[in-house]
């Protein structure tokens, strides 16, 4: 039965392509943030399919579809997937139009192709064969297709794990993780974030005579550059952590050698704390000394470092600079998230992914961060699969339809597998 659904997963190429392309159409950009037109496309289409289906909506427009295709076990697996997508930005840069859903040369093109309305195609398709093929599952395939993760997740996986949603054995979330050229990996570990924002008073004077204010700008100045020399501190990091992102930079070596960046530094970002500098603002008219300014900054903190931790950190930094008038806010916060690999569910998806791919698959860690640490914080072993390339967040973001397909059917083997089925 097993080798059944995939091959029939096999020839649906164009269904997930369409299918793809459909959500793309549906304009879902995060900010603003309002996932309706999507989740309502996704929500008619389970209901159509004979799914119990719900939706969940925290705020106008910030809605997520709960579905489940109940099974006759106690088993549960959850498949979590966002709707939502980062601004497109200038469509001039883009060959086709980002919300046009192209399909083109065996490629869907437009913004979302990756990150991750094709997952979500993948994770429809696997569910349309098991119902076509009219599997009885021996336990519940669950689905949440959410919204708000581009943004920190509190109205979509996080507003769900909050209000008991959810509640499963495993949980696959279908963020990039490989592609058929490289291979496909498992990610385990991703880093915490901390947004905040450095507030410099000073006092305004006329232009004129500066020594008679104190100038908030320059006093930002300071600050900034200190704090943009804490990714120079190493960390105590733990050894598990080494091993994964030393096992990342196998999988990612060859890429970041392909973009002439040196996988060193890229696994030195990941093992430290990162900092962008990414607004400033500040005075008010060229000839007055400045009493305001600000910065936002982003820092990413490794797993093995707590949240608390890293904001003791820049704390103890801006305070050790001996800059009066400075202070700092936090704007929005996440914690380093990471499955313990020892989880056999970690073991039974790499296996199924190896079958279905005939390549080994390493557990890797990644720089950035997702919804896996709501669930995850819920005792539920959570791993990242999904298609993967150089362009989310991107112009021209794209996705191979041979990468779709193969995520369908490494969904469709976890699925089967992990529930048990019947014919
Ligand atoms: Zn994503």
């Known amino acids: 039965m097993e080798k059944e659904i995939l091959k029939v997963i096999e020839q649906k190429e164009r269904e997930v392509a369409s299918l793809c392309s459909e959500l793309i159409k549906r304009k879902s950009e995060n900010p603003p943030g309002d996932v309706s037109e999507a989740a309502f496309f996704v929500r008619d289409l389970l209901k159509e399919w004979g799914l119990d289906v719900k939706t969940v909506e925290p705020e106008r427009g910030r809605v997520n579809v709960v579905a489940i295709l109940k099974g006759h076990g106690e088993k549960k697996l959850l498949f979590n997937g966002h709707l939502d997508v980062v601004p497109a930005g200038?469509?001039?840069n883009w060959k086709y139009d980002p919300y046009e859903g192209r399909i083109s040369g065996g490629i869907v093109y437009g913004r979302g192709a990756c990150d991750m309305k094709g997952a979500i195609a993948s994770m429809l398709t696997t569910l349309s064969v098991i119902l076509e093929k009219d599997v009885k599952l021996g336990g519940d395939l669950i689905f949440h297709f959410v919204c708000d993760e581009e943004t920190g997740g509190q109205f979509g996986t996080g507003y769900l794990a909050r209000e008991g949603y959810v509640s499963a054995d495993g949980c696959i979330i279908g963020e990039g993780s490989g592609n058929s050229v490289l291979g496909y990996t498992l990610v385990v570990a991703e880093r915490g974030v901390i947004w905040a924002k450095i507030?410099?008073?000073?006092?305004?004077?006329h232009g004129s005579v500066p020594m008679l204010g104190d100038n908030a700008i320059l006093k930002l100045m300071r600050v900034i550059d200190v704090i943009r020399t804490l990714p120079d501190m190493e960390l105590r990091i733990d050894p598990e952590i080494e091993r994964l992102a030393e096992?990342?930079?196998?999988?990612?070596?060859?890429?970041?050698?392909a973009y002439k960046i040196d996988p060193e530094d890229f696994k030195r970002n990941m093992l430290r704390m990162s900092v962008n500098v990414g607004v400033v603002r500040g005075g008010t008219k060229v000839?007055?000394?400045p009493e305001y300014a600000e910065a936002e900054i982003d820092v990413r903190v490794p797993p093995s470092v707590s949240l608390e931790e890293a904001i003791n950190l820049l704390r103890d930094r801006i305070e050790g600079t001996g800059v009066p008038g400075v202070e700092l806010e936090l704007m929005a916060t996440s914690e380093p998230s990471y499955q313990d690999v020892s989880h056999p569910f970690v073991n039974f998806v790499r296996r199924c992914v190896e079958e279905v791919t005939g390549r080994s698959v390493p557990l890797i860690m990644m720089p950035w961060s997702t919804d896996a640490r709501y669930i995850r914080n819920l005792g539920i072993p959570t791993v990242m699969l999904g298609p993967l390339n150089e362009s989310p967040h991107m112009a021209n973001e794209y996705v191979p339809i041979r990468d779709l397909v193969m995520c369908a059917k490494m969904y469709a083997l976890i699925a089967l597998r992990f529930l048990g089925h019947e014919a």
Do not use: I, Q, T, W
Not at 247 to 257: A, Q
């Open 90 to 92: 200038d469509p001039k």
């Open 247 to 257: 096992s990342s930079m196998e999988y990612l070596g060859p890429f970041m050698r």
């Open 287 to 289: 000839n007055v000394v």
């Open 199 to 205: 507030k410099a008073k000073g006092r305004a004077a």
